[in-house]
Nanobody, 123 residues
Framework: QVQLVESGGGLVQAGGSLRLSCAPS????????MAWFRQASGKEREFVAA????????LFADSVKGRFTIYRDNAKNTAYLQMNSLKPEDTAVYYCAARLAGLSRYRGDYEYWGQGTQVTVSS
């Protein structure tokens, strides 16, 4: 069983930046594609970004394209979501997810999930 632990959330003003981190507890995430999803209050969980194990494949939601970057440091066994030019509509709980397969933007394709970290963007 892979447990994912997110960190890096917090409160930031609009236009600011945050970097979220995700690390699996107790094992490597070798061969796992990693993704980030978010869920705003009262809304469905939505796809944000995903990256393949090798790092050469990425997907982004249109709403974050050009502002967010997903990357991973396999030596540190950690995945990251760099969020720039944050907007109030980015406010949500952010979840990292992993799957032992290729990229996907579909929530149901991911086997492992973290507990989430709150990101709040003030206007």
């Amino acid at each position: 069983q892979v447990q994912l632990v997110e960190s890096g959330g917090g409160l930031v003003q609009a236009g600011g930046s945050l970097r979220l981190s995700c690390a699996p507890s107790g094992r490597t995430f070798r061969n796992y594609a990693m993704a980030w999803f978010r869920q705003a209050s009262g809304k469905e969980r939505e796809f944000v970004a995903a990256q393949s194990w090798t790092g050469d494949g990425t997907l982004f939601a249109d709403s974050v394209k050009g502002r967010f970057t997903i990357y991973r440091d396999n030596a540190k066994n950690t995945a990251y979501l760099q969020m720039n030019s944050l907007k109030p509509e980015d406010t949500a709980v952010y979840y990292c997810a992993a799957r032992l397969a290729g990229l996907s933007r579909y929530r149901g394709d991911y086997e492992y999930w973290g507990q989430g970290t709150q990101v709040t963007v003030s206007s």
